[in-house]
């Protein structure tokens, strides 16, 4: 059944159709689209509160600039659905984060509406940016570049790297900074306290108004709308506690702050703004979740809730036969660090503005002390974690396995040349799921496994995880990295002692005859239900876990290659550099002639969809496994 789109919406099939509507039409449309996201979120979850509060922004800039030869690009992407919904996608909307279906993040090969791929915070101004001297390159004086990014993205330094380059360009580009206070966390540091002071300055506010005045409806543009850009820059200058305005420093116009679902007087500061050149940053407040009482008062747990009662807000629990599902790796990671915290004073926890995805919210309540947030910022989280490590404390820096790819010199440079103890803790290792190909973490093994003096370790279960933060706070053995997957375990049981595991070594799992099957980490399960079955066949392979890609035990290897007749490696990363790699290489090295099957994520980018959808497209599931120990046989 298609979801109601309302008496506007159901007539808007791309910008142009929203620019013949009247100003009553235009705000009757934008409580449409909040509707229209609300029940096909509520029942196919995505990112829902970044949305709802963007939708006058999105509604005004579609009806100001004539998009898509003027360009807009979102930051992070996960405030775009009201852009999709406008530009051609409505009726496919039911379909977003789906198999097979549009993806829940602007995509270059989606639309000519998206301008640029982001799923990443951060990269939207320097993105714009590029476009925009492209266009002067072009002679195209008359396109409009448009960057929007969230406050919790400006935190980024690279969107700061940015403003400091589009400054001295006397390019034609406008950021739209879109103020809610709230990234997926609330956020934090000096910018935070900056942007604060400017919303509820005394100054600024009469500044606002009389910037309202002057670019009433009756202005002109020209020479008029320059007089009034240097009467604002002049007084700006004054600033709040008598310092400049940040942005003012970095040779950005600085307009607002602005309402940001009064859509007429967005509508109207936009059209001035079209006028002006060089670079300019509009600042607007929004509220994340708006329209929803219970978004707008939780939007931490409704950025990208499970499915809800769009009326009361409620979750739709789904109804499990279990008695006692197993945890999440994330809640186990939360309530381990916090144990080995109170065994170890020198444990601090990092994380970049995720500290209720990664669970450190949980030692946040308990250890308020012990515990950074340090922003959208990446490569101050990790050199962050050098200096403490440096210092002689043990950080423990929890960072998504695909956002670890943004600090990756850092990595290296920082810790890894330096022989630092600090702890990479990567949170959502493998395939994520709905979020697709930009938040996927199928990399990380190939990417840590080249670094010298690394340690890399990813557990199959919950109890594994749990002895890997233990073992890795034990002594200055180096950077140690543990990667591990979004979502359930396997163990309903899981909070066993303390055991320390011995670096570099793996384990039997299973014993068996003919093909050895080499895992590492949660896919390792994968593969106990695969001897299930396979059992019924009669074959009997064993199954052996690494626990640690680097150092490889290699005495474990020898005695396999040794002593079966065939291998197949599974892993939940990439092909190309990880597991498979590693025991191709060993075998080669070493001139073993017996075949070796690698499983795990092929050459290519993968789409988004359920988890399950993703293994089987990688080849990498149960009924996989089976396959192949029945092709060896043959």
Not at 109 to 133: K, N, P, Q, R, W
Not at 234 to 242: F, G, V
Not at 541 to 550: E, I, V
Request: glycine fraction near 10%.
């Amino acid at each position: 059944m298609s979801p109601n789109q309302g008496k506007i919406l159901s007539g808007i099939f791309s910008p142009a159709d929203v620019k013949v509507l009247h100003e009553e039409e235009l705000v009757q449309l934008c409580g449409e689209i909040r509707e229209f996201i609300l029940e096909v979120i509520s029942n196919n979850p995505g990112h829902l509160a970044a949305s709802l509060g963007v939708v006058e922004l999105t509604v005004a800039l579609h009806y100001v600039f004539n998009t898509p030869y003027d360009k807009i690009v979102w930051d992070v992407g996960h405030q775009a659905y009201p852009h999709k919904i406008i530009t051609g996608r409505k009726d496919l909307f039911y379909s977003n984060r789906t198999y097979g279906g549009i993806s829940g993040f602007p995509k270059l090969t989606e639309s000519e509406y998206d301008a640029f791929g982001t799923g990443h915070s951060s990269t939207s101004i320097s993105a714009a940016l590029g476009m925009a001297v492209a266009a002067r390159f072009s002679g195209e004086t008359d396109r409009n570049h448009i960057a929007v990014i969230g406050d919790g993205a400006m935190t980024g330094g690279m969107a700061l790297e940015a403003m400091n380059n589009a400054g001295v360009t006397n390019t034609d580009l406008l950021v739209i900074l879109n103020d809610n206070g709230i990234a997926i966390d609330k956020n934090v540091g000096a910018l935070k306290e900056y942007l604060a002071n400017i919303t509820s300055s005394k100054t600024y506010n009469r500044l606002k108004s009389r910037m309202w005045r002057l670019m009433g409806g009756n202005t002109s543009y020209g020479q008029n709308s320059r007089a009034i850009v240097r009467q604002l820059s002049s007084a700006l200058k004054a600033s709040i506690l008598d310092k400049s305005n940040l942005f003012e420093a970095f040779n950005f116009r600085y307009f607002g702050p602005l309402d940001g679902h009064d859509l007429p007087k967005l509508i109207k500061i936009l059209g001035h703004l079209k006028q002006i050149k060089g670079p300019k940053l509009l600042h607007v407040m929004t509220r994340k979740g708006k329209g929803f009482t219970s978004a707008e008062k939780e939007p931490t747990f409704y950025h990208a809730p499970p499915p809800f009662d769009k009326k009361t807000g409620e979750v739709i629990e789904k109804k499990s036969c279990d008695a006692k599902l197993p945890p999440k790796y994330q809640t186990v990671f939360g309530k381990t660090i916090i144990e080995l915290a109170n065994l170890n004073t020198k444990i601090i926890g990092i994380t970049p503005a995720m500290p209720t995805g990664c669970s450190l919210n949980l030692m946040m309540e308990k250890m308020p002390d012990r515990v950074f947030d340090v922003g959208i910022a990446e490569q101050h989280a990790v050199t962050f974690s050098a200096g403490l490590a440096a210092a002689g404390y043990i950080p423990f820096c929890n960072i998504y396995s695909t956002f670890m790819q943004r600090a990756y010199d850092q990595v290296i440079h920082d810790v890894a040349l330096q022989k630092l103890p600090v702890v990479f803790c990567l949170d959502r290792a493998g395939l994520v799921g709905e979020d697709g190909p930009t938040h996927h973490g199928v990399y990380d093994l190939a990417y840590f496994r080249i670094i010298p003096g690394i340690i890399i370790a990813s557990p199959m279960n919950e109890e594994e995880l749990r002895n890997m933060m233990f073992t890795a706070q034990l002594r200055n053995t180096g950077p140690f990295v543990i990667r591990y997957p979004r979502g359930r375990g396997v163990m309903p049981e899981w909070k066993t002692p303390f055991r320390e595991l011995q670096v570099g070594k793996g384990r039997l799992v299973t014993a068996g005859e003919n093909t050895a099957i080499i895992s590492i980490g949660h896919p390792g399960n994968f593969v106990q239900e695969a001897l299930h079955e396979l059992k019924l066949k009669e074959l009997y392979p064993a199954h052996f876990d690494m626990r640690f890609l680097k150092p490889v035990d290699e005495e474990l290897l020898h005695d396999i290659f040794k002593n079966f007749s065939s291998v197949i490696t599974v892993e939940d990363g990439t092909i190309k550099g990880g597991l498979g790699s590693e025991i191709i290489e060993f075998k080669n090295r070493f001139g073993y002639q017996i075949p070796v099957v690698s499983l795990g994520i092929p050459d290519r980018f993968i789409t988004q969809g359920k988890p399950e959808e993703l293994y089987t497209e990688c080849g990498f599931d149960k009924n996989s496994i089976i396959d192949s120990v029945m092709a060896l046989k043959r």
